[in-house]
């Protein structure tokens, strides 16, 4: 499995560009990541959020056009889609595909898991895909995703930390803001996190 990162947009949110078998996978296009992806993937299959913060789907409905490639979005957060009080001129994008808390798919033979971690957003998730976790912006590189925006929950992230502290194997975490981490290192956090909330 391939990985291609680029953080875009004032708030240098990572854009992914996950190959695997020869066929790839865009996580998170942000504010103009459609240059970035098309110069970058020859076999795109779909586009995945996370979660649906404007600088993380800010790219979609324009992919989908140039791509013709399906969008899928966690179902509790498509709303944000349609718009953003913080970000009037968001492009609206409509996902082709709503996803299920922890819903398993196979998108072109390769299996994604949406790992369900809300607090940060009703529906946000960690993208499992192979050894790698694309976290959004539920975990970060010793820090977590806020908890005091519009929609946000602190009870749900404290139950999210906990969730995560049960998981019993470690992968590579890729964050939707800063440098890459893993399961076990953050884990190692979670206590904290949770008094802090």
């Not at 299996?111 to 959004?136: R, Y």
Request: glycine share 8%; hydrophobic share 35%.
């Amino acid at each position: 499995m391939q990985i291609k990162v680029q953080p875009m947009g004032a708030y240098q949110t990572n854009c992914y560009i996950v190959t695997n078998n020869g066929k790839e996978l865009i996580i998170d296009p942000g504010v103009g990541a459609t240059e970035w992806v098309m110069a970058n993937v020859t076999n795109p299959m779909a586009i995945l959020n996370t979660h649906g913060h404007f600088d993380h789907v800010w790219s979609n409905a324009e992919l989908q056009k140039k791509l013709e490639i399906p969008l899928y979005t966690p179902k509790d957060d498509a709303f944000f889609l349609k718009s953003s009080s913080w970000m009037p001129d968001l492009p609206p994008s409509t996902p082709d595909y709503l996803v299920n808390p922890d819903e398993e798919l196979e998108i072109g033979g390769v299996k994604v898991k949406f790992l369900h971690f809300p607090g940060h957003t009703p529906g946000c998730s960690a993208i499992e895909i192979g050894d790698a976790w694309f976290s959004g912006d539920f975990i970060f590189q010793k820090s977590i995703g806020r908890t005091d925006f519009p929609y946000s929950n602190p009870e749900d992230m404290k139950q999210s930390l906990l969730k995560f502290k049960t998981i019993p194997y470690d992968k590579k975490v890729y964050p939707g803001h800063g440098e890459p981490t893993t399961i076990k290192q953050e884990q190692q956090y979670a206590d904290f996190w949770i008094q802090q909330l």
